[in-house]
């Protein structure tokens, strides 16, 4: 997120889905130098994984009916490594990739897609990747109870917002660390 | 601030300067409790402070001409024990408090009010107290060198912003440190 509260700059298309300017917030991600906490970080992303929910816009794509042709954004060896629950209006047969990662397809909604994707974790956690209406849907239902805010010291001015429309979700500060390219906190929600 | 980037609820008004629920985004300050972090954060926020701006309505009093009988809402020994540059468009006489606090009202601009702060600091820092409008205009200025960010974990849903309308300022990490009740990053404003 930015400082101004924005997940993706303005102006989002299937040619810039991050908006102008939104890849700068994942710097701390893609610039990460070799040992430092945003690589660490990084690098602890998928640990402890069984599973993850992502919504139709992040798998990409475009709107609509599929192009099979498209496979996301992550080339043949996409770095889930487990089951990813896609939530999307439009049915699809699974995607098998390499290196473990297998996309679903779900047109019967979050509480569906989150419930395929615990059966499929088992003991391990299930991880709602993104993006911002994935993430507000899960908050919605209460099935979220971690959540880790990464905050790039930087303003976008205009663009999507995480934090709307959500209601009366409260938050505990359980952790804290920061590098030069963000600010990151994890909260546990509190359930009222 | 609120996750949701409000430094004030909705609906502010003279008797409920904080909008709805406002008051809750300051539970770190009014909650520590004695040994916390939370309670070291707000001991030490004066020290090494020679003077402080202020906007008109953290000073109070309400819109428009002054009631000479408004003082503040801190009471006869108000906490800044050091002069303080209220801005404000209606001139009016400076208010010598108890204990080291005085009030001046300057009404030509944030300029003004910060080059008499400085004057009066020497050698000391110069302390933007708020609200987020003088914050804004200081930031505008490019006249703050670092922001004590504090975020509350809590939503508002709407209500006053403090990122808005700000232009291209960039910030960097320096510190994070974090309580139940808010999570603090220290940024420096990155010059361009």
Do not use: C, K
């Given at each position: 997120m930015s400082l101004d509260g924005?997940?993706?700059?303005?102006?989002?298309?299937?040619?810039?889905?991050?908006?102008?300017?939104?890849e700068s917030l994942h710097r701390w991600m893609f610039e990460a130098q070799p040992g430092s906490i945003d690589a660490a970080i990084r690098n602890s992303i998928g640990a402890g994984v069984g599973a993850y929910v992502m919504g139709r816009n992040m798998f990409g794509g475009g709107p609509g009916g599929w192009d099979?042709?498209?496979?996301?954004?992550?080339?043949?060896?996409?770095?889930?490594?487990?089951?990813?629950?896609?939530?999307?209006?439009?049915?699809?047969?699974?995607?098998?990739?390499?290196?473990?990662?297998?996309?679903?397809?779900?047109?019967e909604g979050p509480e569906k897609a989150l419930a395929l994707a615990r059966e499929a974790a088992g003991d391990r956690e299930v991880h709602v990747a993104g993006g911002a209406d994935c993430v507000r849907q899960c908050l919605r239902?209460?099935?979220?109870?971690?959540?880790?805010?990464?905050?790039?010291?930087?303003?976008?001015?205009?663009?999507?917002?995480?934090?709307?429309?959500?209601?009366?979700?409260?938050?505990e500060q359980l952790e804290t660390v920061h590098s030069p390219l963000a600010a990151h906190v994890r909260y546990r929600i509190v359930r009222p």
């Open positions: 924005f997940v993706a700059g303005p102006n989002q298309s299937v040619q810039n889905p991050l908006g102008e300017n939104g099979e042709s498209w496979r996301g954004w992550w080339g043949d060896n996409p770095p889930y490594h487990a089951p990813v629950y896609v939530l999307t209006n439009h049915p699809r047969a699974s995607l098998e990739m390499e290196g473990g990662t297998t996309f679903h397809f779900v047109t239902l209460g099935a979220i109870d971690e959540l880790w805010l990464r905050t790039a010291p930087m303003l976008l001015g205009s663009g999507e917002r995480l934090f709307e429309d959500l209601g009366d979700v409260r938050f």
